[in-house]
């Protein structure tokens, strides 16, 4: 079963404004949440991560939200710039399993000029 | 700066072969993990370890093994590939500080025909 799923297999969107993608999970016991990016022939690369103790976090232009009750995060970059075209996937891990990590499918990000 | 190496980036392999992925890391990690991507299907977890000589089977171990003899090398092996692990292959390190943040390596484009 997929439990950490993204829903929106693309975006796109206009440089300058917001872009906003969602994940949803379904294991009450993660806790905590992590953002990679991942441009083509390369390795995915950490962006930001947030624990469950928190409900925000904020690095530069990303920006993490944590909703427990809903079991949904998702991540707000502003303003949007070409290069952060990329894929961006969505991990959770539980204490429980150290630091193994379950990805959702990834969304594909395009910022068009 | 952690870095993750792998020894191939493209790979080409005719079905039935025993195929060998290497990846190596620099940066002392007790934790080591094997995945695939796929389109649509995200990151999955084929093999873990937490330390040498130690493995874990992931999501999807069926047709893979793995190999930790050093702490900084680990190893998957398709013991017979087949065209349906035609995939990237993505190996990733981490430590055990608790932030579970993982750091890929570039990935090897596997194609079996």
């Known amino acids: 079963d997929q439990q950490v799923k993204q829903n929106s297999p693309s975006l796109s969107v206009q440089e300058g404004r917001i872009s906003i993608l969602n994940c949803d999970y379904t294991?009450?016991?993660?806790?905590?949440f992590l953002w990679y990016k991942k441009y083509p022939a390369e390795g995915p690369t950490f962006l930001i991560s947030?624990?469950?103790?928190?409900d925000k976090n904020e690095d530069g232009r990303f920006t993490v939200f944590l909703n427990k009750s809903a079991k949904h995060l998702s991540l707000h970059i502003v303003p949007s710039q070409p290069g952060d075209s990329a894929v961006y996937f969505c991990?959770?891990?539980?204490?429980?399993?150290?630091?193994?990590?379950?990805f959702g499918e990834g969304t594909q990000l395009t910022v068009n000029p | 700066d952690v870095k993750v190496t792998q020894s191939s980036r493209y790979l080409v392999k005719r079905t039935g072969e025993k195929v060998f992925l290497e990846c190596v890391q620099d940066m002392d990690h007790e934790n080591m993990f094997w995945y695939r991507q796929d389109p649509g299907l995200g990151l999955r977890l084929i093999y873990f370890s937490y330390d040498v000589k130690m493995k874990e089977k992931g999501d999807i171990p069926e047709g893979y093994s793995v190999s930790r003899e050093k702490k900084e090398r680990f190893s998957l092996i398709l013991e017979s590939a087949s065209t349906n692990q035609t995939s990237m292959y993505l190996c990733?390190?981490?430590?055990?500080?608790?932030?579970?943040?993982?750091?890929f390596g570039p990935g090897t484009r596997l194609t079996v025909l």
């Open positions: 294991n009450s016991m993660f806790d905590y």
């Open positions: 990733a390190s981490s430590g055990s500080g608790g932030d579970n943040e993982q750091f």
């Open positions: 947030i624990s469950s103790i928190k």
């Open positions: 991990a959770a891990s539980k204490e429980t399993s150290g630091s193994r990590l379950t």
